[in-house]
């Protein structure tokens, strides 16, 4: 990818960046307790080579991080990067973590918030996700409106996830706009 995208590929890099950012940080709440003493960490190097060989995701995460080829971008203190992972690194939660929560919502909340990013990029690059726009010609035919259609819904569904995972309580509204993410678990 070139040093400076199109004008239109930057806004929607820096919006899905600090999106992401803040998805990270309620994953990170949650999931650090289990992660810092795990003795098999989830992260794979031929996932992170996703967030390597993509443009758009380089472009998110600015390439800062070196990868490397036996450990990606997997550090001590766990992931490397703060922006541009892969969706899937997102949307994995393990199954002590899933297995603890304390009820079906619980899991169904955590399960929506780990796709929020990947939800945000869905089908917005010529029907394909953002992170397979693999060249320069990949990102000019970005559908602009659909990544700013889901970004919104990403962006409603946020802090109703925050509120249910802090205080345990979703109404009808939340749980419509949570099924739009994914499906929901029967009442």
């Given at each position: 990818m070139?040093?400076?995208p199109l004008p239109e590929i930057a806004?929607?890099?820096e919006q899905y960046r600090s999106f992401e950012l803040r998805v990270g940080r309620l994953m990170q709440e949650?999931?650090?307790p289990f992660c810092k003493g795990c003795r098999t960490p989830c992260c794979r190097v031929g996932i992170c080579r996703e967030a390597q060989e993509s443009p758009f995701l380089q472009a998110v995460h600015g390439a800062i991080q070196g990868f490397d080829v036996r450990h990606g971008y997997l550090g001590c203190n766990g992931c490397k990067l703060t922006t541009g992972r892969p969706p899937v690194c997102h949307a994995f939660v393990c199954n002590l973590i899933v297995s603890s929560q304390p009820s079906d919502w619980h899991r169904y909340a955590i399960d929506c918030l780990g796709n929020l990013v990947g939800f945000v990029g869905k089908k917005a690059c010529n029907g394909?996700?953002?992170?397979e726009a693999l060249t320069d010609d990949d990102l000019r035919k970005v559908n602009i409106r659909q990544f700013g259609r889901q970004l919104e819904i990403a962006e409603t569904a946020l802090?109703?996830?925050e509120a249910f995972l802090n205080h345990?309580?979703?109404d009808d509204h939340a749980i419509s706009?949570?099924?739009l993410i994914r499906k929901?678990?029967?009442?």
């Amino acid at each position: 990818m070139n040093p400076t995208p199109l004008p239109e590929i930057a806004v929607i890099v820096e919006q899905y960046r600090s999106f992401e950012l803040r998805v990270g940080r309620l994953m990170q709440e949650i999931c650090v307790p289990f992660c810092k003493g795990c003795r098999t960490p989830c992260c794979r190097v031929g996932i992170c080579r996703e967030a390597q060989e993509s443009p758009f995701l380089q472009a998110v995460h600015g390439a800062i991080q070196g990868f490397d080829v036996r450990h990606g971008y997997l550090g001590c203190n766990g992931c490397k990067l703060t922006t541009g992972r892969p969706p899937v690194c997102h949307a994995f939660v393990c199954n002590l973590i899933v297995s603890s929560q304390p009820s079906d919502w619980h899991r169904y909340a955590i399960d929506c918030l780990g796709n929020l990013v990947g939800f945000v990029g869905k089908k917005a690059c010529n029907g394909r996700h953002l992170v397979e726009a693999l060249t320069d010609d990949d990102l000019r035919k970005v559908n602009i409106r659909q990544f700013g259609r889901q970004l919104e819904i990403a962006e409603t569904a946020l802090p109703i996830l925050e509120a249910f995972l802090n205080h345990g309580e979703l109404d009808d509204h939340a749980i419509s706009v949570l099924a739009l993410i994914r499906k929901c678990p029967s009442s």
